[in-house]
């Protein structure tokens, strides 16, 4: 079984940061890509970034230079380090990630996370 856990949701002030992690366990091969995603009340899941397991990353436009995403390897574990923060970020944010189980297959799957919320209020 995999799971992706996700922590470091809260409550912070316009301008304010958080950092949010998403840790990966289980049995585990290896990562491809990982992501995050955020669903706001009453509006569609968005991607937010992603990165691959080489550190090649994309962010939405809503998001770029805010936030950073990041990764560790040998810890199966991601990062968004959100700065600046809006109201327009509140949201439960997820995690997900292409994993790899077994040496002895090239199949991966998806698995996501249950989502932290982060809201962002004076």
């Known amino acids: 079984q995999v799971q992706l856990v996700e922590s470091g949701g809260g409550l912070v002030q316009p301008g304010g940061s958080l950092r949010l992690s998403c840790a990966a366990s289980g049995r585990i091969f290896s990562i491809n890509a990982m992501g995050w995603y955020r669903q706001a009340p009453g509006k569609q899941r968005e991607l937010v970034a992603t990165i691959t397991s080489g550190g090649t990353t994309n962010y939405a436009d809503s998001v770029k230079v805010r936030f950073i995403i990041s990764r560790d390897n040998a810890k199966n574990t991601m990062y968004l380090q959100m700065n600046s923060l809006k109201p327009e970020d509140t949201a439960v944010y997820s995690c997900?990630?292409?994993?790899?189980?077994?040496?002895?297959?090239?199949?991966?799957?998806?698995?996501w996370g249950q989502g932290t919320p982060v809201t962002v209020s004076s």
């Open positions: 997900n990630a292409d994993i790899r189980r077994y040496t002895w297959s090239v199949r991966t799957d998806t698995y």
